[in-house]
DNA sequence: AGGAAGATCTACT
DNA sequence: GTAGATCTTCCTA
């Protein structure tokens, strides 16, 4: 269970591969001297101005900046009361994004449960508001590496998930005629 | 200063 | 399946 962190590259393409490489992956949150991991099980690819669903289709804002920026650090923003987790990713010179929609709890999940009480497992961090509240995150997260081992928040690599789905985007108010929701098929921490 | 929108969630019918 | 809550950010005045 040696695994390393996935490296600066990894994030340095198109949005929708990295969102689907990311299936498998084991998302770390370190907070008060814990470790609450899970496994990613659906994620959401977010491109710039080109993409009316995207954060950063208006142009860039002091909020959505980092977007623009290097990709493997985080962009965590607000909707409807949650914060929502993503990690950047594009190509040289591009804008985008991954949105973390779900994960499976692995490690920590006692002190996920005290985050965010729920009767049933599964409930847990089957969205991505959901996972936001059980995993900690806030916005002072924003702009901060995923790629540094011992830094709050950091993807493990992991084997790939073969048997994974596609679809449209959930929630999206106009989306593009691309599938860009990625999942594992069969998971029951995928949401909706 | 005020209103509206939003990549959501929960509860209820 | 639909409605209402909730809060950060943006846009207009």
């Known amino acids: ?92 010179d591009g804008v985008g994004g991954v949105l973390f929609r779900a994960v499976e709890p692995r490690e920590g999940i006692g002190r996920m449960a005290e985050n965010r009480p729920v009767s049933s497992l599964r409930e847990l961090t089957s969205g991505p508001g959901r996972l936001s509240v059980a995993l900690g995150v806030t916005r002072e997260l924003n702009g901060l590496p995923v790629t540094d081992p011992g830094g709050p928040m950091v993807v493990l690599d992991a084997p790939p998930v073969l048997d994974l789905c596609a679809s449209h985007r959930i929630g999206v108010k106009e989306d593009l005629p691309e599938e860009l929701r990625f999942y594992v098929r069969g998971n029951g921490f995928v949401s909706g």
């Open 1 to 92: 269970m040696a695994s390393k962190p996935l490296p600066l590259g990894f994030y340095e393409r198109r949005p929708d591969v990295v969102a689907r490489e990311l299936l498998g992956k084991t998302l770390v949150r370190r907070i008060g001297g814990e470790a609450l991991e899970g496994v990613v099980v659906e994620t959401e690819a977010y491109f710039g101005l080109e993409d009316p669903a995207s954060r950063a289709y208006r142009g860039m804002k002091e909020y959505n900046r980092v977007m623009w920026g290097e990709p493997g650090r985080l962009f965590v923003y607000n909707v409807h009361k949650y914060w929502m987790l993503n990690v950047v990713a594009h190509e040289p």
